[in-house]
């Protein structure tokens, strides 16, 4: 089993920046990719952006491409998401997810993900 915790989230006005951490616990190993979604209320699961969990490797959504960053720090089994020139429609809960099947890595489709965290809030005020 593999747990993540997502943090970081709050209220900005539009413009600003914000950076999520995904921390993962227990069995990392099994990790290849850490995803990142979202969901507005009464839309579906967004998928934004996606990492290899050891190794190269990066998948954008296009409509976040240029304002949002993924990135890891392995020694402290964590993935962040940097957001940038946030807009009121980027208001929704972030969620991380972890994929570990070899064979869809850096995959945009839900589906593919084994495990999620609970969602951090993120609302942007214009």
């Known amino acids: 089993q593999v747990q993540l915790v997502e943090s970081g989230g709050g209220l900005v006005q539009a413009g600003d920046s914000l950076r999520l951490s995904c921390a993962a616990s227990?069995?990392?190993?099994?990790?290849?990719?850490i995803g990142w979604f979202r969901q507005a209320p009464g839309k579906e699961r967004e998928f934004l952006t996606a990492?290899?969990?050891?190794?190269?490797?990066?998948n954008y959504a296009d409509s976040v491409k240029g304002r949002f960053t993924i990135s890891r720090d392995n020694t402290k089994n964590t993935v962040y998401l940097q957001m940038s020139s946030l807009k009121p429609e980027d208001t929704a809960v972030y969620y991380c997810?972890?994929?570990?099947?070899?064979?869809?890595?850096?995959?945009?489709?839900?589906?593919?993900?084994?495990?999620w965290g609970q969602g951090t809030q993120v609302t942007v005020s214009s």
């Open positions: 997810a972890a994929d570990d099947n070899y064979y869809t890595q850096l995959n945009a489709r839900a589906s593919a993900y084994d495990y």
């Open positions: 227990g069995r990392t190993f099994s990790i290849y990719t």
């Open positions: 990492i290899r969990w050891s190794g190269g490797g990066t």
